[in-house]
């Protein structure tokens, strides 16, 4: 018995395996570049087919073409010309399939005076109806010398086609093709391919630089401090370039560059990256999203590998890092490097490691660190005369008031109204029907409070106040666990609804004097439960109580 392959089935499976449509121009630009091209031009548009919008992708070049091998290998399944070629990117056979997903396939290619063109008719289609599409060739002599081939793909994709813009595309071939290679950071002979792209949006053809774009280096530390002061260590930028080889496999060579970038460095050089404040284009990542570090074959990024580098959060993003590799081993699409020999792939790890340890303990990170440190120190200098300069306008402007030979401040905080109920109880401790046990506001209601001063803690049954500068509808924690609330003031009118973290409800209930010498009483109600929430809101008890009044410092107040 000989086992038998599913033509069909594989050629379909493939076609599929390209989940991201960029690929598609991945595949085309490695094709373009094996096959020694120095133009490439990739064009998308929309065109009217029997009524119908549909998408046309155009790709061409003018490289050494295909004879009748070269197209038979370029239709077929695991069939490369660029197998036994090293220095070729193609060797398994796949990637032009990804064409096959659209409603129509043209190629004409001239190569040795001959001109090709092959043609496939709903190719997709074919294969979900189980059998392989026909190709229909014709030959005929060139009209003249030129080689090339072009290739026009009707209908990719289901004809989606909100991946194309030109702001996306742009950016996939400077990132994740061999036209943005990294391979000009270890070759100093730099290519002369060229690329022009149009994308679906964009009325005119733009020409690509060839090879990835890493930002230029910052000048001394000192002089980016002197220049930028605070903000010195977002334009902080330093690369580091390694090669060598595998330790344990001193046969596989590796080059690795690790570009350390502040933000504003990051910011300034990849329009694509999202932040505040910025109208970012369609398409748009974060820097976590895309920075870090990527394993290479053929110079082109293939999958990313933070946990290589870095334990600490986000500290990872500070790189803008690639190590390549020609030992891994790829999967069909490219997709991911787990293919490679784990023994192989856990070595290729240490050396990385090592690498960015090397890094972190340079002089070079002592630089940033130090960079760092002084911003750091100026923001908070900064900081402190901003806020200095605030708070002697605001003492300008804030109410006093004096109770008993005590001066008291109307607060603009939490923290103040805590501050003013700690003054007032001292004075007058009878004044409120709790005494404080404990006070935190770091997580949880503020306070612990028993009932009396004379009954042993161990005894009394302890509850929970919490302060609020501000009472407002949007109460964040449980009514359940709470006494009493203490605040500076309410906006909240009477039987207006507050809701607790919970999504209890309760309505305010404001009770007005009915007596000389009573005050006006403000309760948190629900009738279906026992217990109503009392409120004091200081602003009004306080006056009513006690006669205390806030009023605006005046030029003579020393105080």
């Known amino acids: 018995m000989i086992p038998t392959v599913n033509a069909t089935r594989e050629f379909l499976e493939i076609a599929n395996d390209f989940a991201n449509p960029l690929e598609l121009v991945r595949e085309a630009i490695s094709n373009s570049y094996d096959a020694n091209a120095s133009l490439i031009t990739v064009l998308f548009d929309v065109i009217q087919d029997c009524g119908e919008s549909v998408l046309r992708i155009r790709l061409q070049d003018n490289g050494e073409g295909m004879d009748r091998l070269g197209l038979q290998a370029f239709f077929d399944l695991g069939n490369s010309m660029s197998r036994e070629d090293p220095t070729k990117i193609g060797e398994k056979g796949h990637g032009t399939k990804v064409y096959f997903n659209s409603s129509r396939i043209r190629v004409v290619t001239y190569r040795n005076g001959e001109r090709l063109e092959a043609s496939v008719d709903t190719p997709f289609r074919s294969l979900h109806n189980g059998t392989i599409p026909q190709v229909k060739v014709s030959a005929g002599p060139s009209s003249d010398s030129r080689t090339g081939t072009e290739i026009e793909i009707i209908g990719y994709n289901n004809n989606r086609r909100d991946r194309f813009t030109h702001a996306i595309l742009k950016d996939y071939i400077l990132w994740f093709t061999k036209h943005g290679s990294i391979e000009h950071v270890f070759n100093t002979s730099k290519s002369n391919v060229r690329l022009r792209l149009q994308g679906l949006d964009s009325q005119t053809i733009e020409e690509i630089e060839v090879g990835h774009p890493f930002p230029g280096e910052s000048p001394s530390i000192t002089s980016l401090f002197d220049t930028h002061l605070a903000y010195a260590p977002d ?73 290589w580098i870095g334990v600490k959060g986000t500290e990872y993003t500070r790189f803008h890092a690639f190590v390549n590799c020609q030992d891994l081993r790829l999967t069909a699409n490219r997709g991911s490097i787990e293919n490679t020999p784990s023994e192989k792939l856990s070595d290729l790890k240490n050396t990385v490691r090592q690498i960015y340890e090397d890094i972190v303990e340079s002089n070079d990170w002592r630089d940033l660190d130090w960079l760092e440190s002084q911003a750091g120190a100026f923001r908070t200098v900064e900081k402190e005369r901003r806020d200095y300069g605030w708070r002697v ?22 923290s103040g109204v805590f501050a003013l109920y700690i003054l007032v109880a001292q004075k007058k401790p009878e004044l409120f029907p709790f005494y404080v046990l404990d006070y935190d506001t770091h997580e949880g209601i503020d306070v612990i409070v028993k009932s009396d001063a004379t009954t042993p803690i161990s005894q009394s049954k302890l509850f929970y106040v919490e302060f609020k500068h501000i009472l407002t509808k949007d109460f964040n924690h449980s009514f359940e666990n709470v006494h009493s609330i203490v605040c500076w003031d309410t906006q909240i009118k009477h039987s207006e609804t507050v809701e607790d973290i919970t999504g209890e409800t309760r309505k305010l209930m404001i009770v007005q004097p009915e007596k000389e010498g009573d005050y006006t009483k403000y309760f948190l109600d629900n009738e279906q439960k026992a217990r109503k929430v009392e409120v004091f809101v200081l602003k009004s008890y306080l006056k009513e109580k006690l006669g205390i009044d806030f009023k605006p410092r005046t030029t003579a107040s020393v105080l």
Request: a positive charge.
């Open 393 to 414: 306008s605001r003492i300008n402007k804030t109410n006093i008031a004096v109770f008993e030979g005590t001066q008291l401040v109307e607060p603009t905080r939490e």
């Open 235 to 307: 334009h902080y930028c330093k690369r580091i370039v390694r090669t060598g080889t595998l330790s344990d496999h001193p046969e596989v060579t590796f080059e690795a560059v690790f570009s350390i970038e502040g933000s504003r460095v990051k910011y300034d050089n990849n329009l694509m990256l999202r932040r505040s404040g910025y109208q970012s284009p369609k398409g748009a990542y974060t820097v976590q999203e895309r920075y870090g570090l990527w394993l290479c074959k053929d110079y082109i990024p293939i999958q990313r590998k933070n946990d």
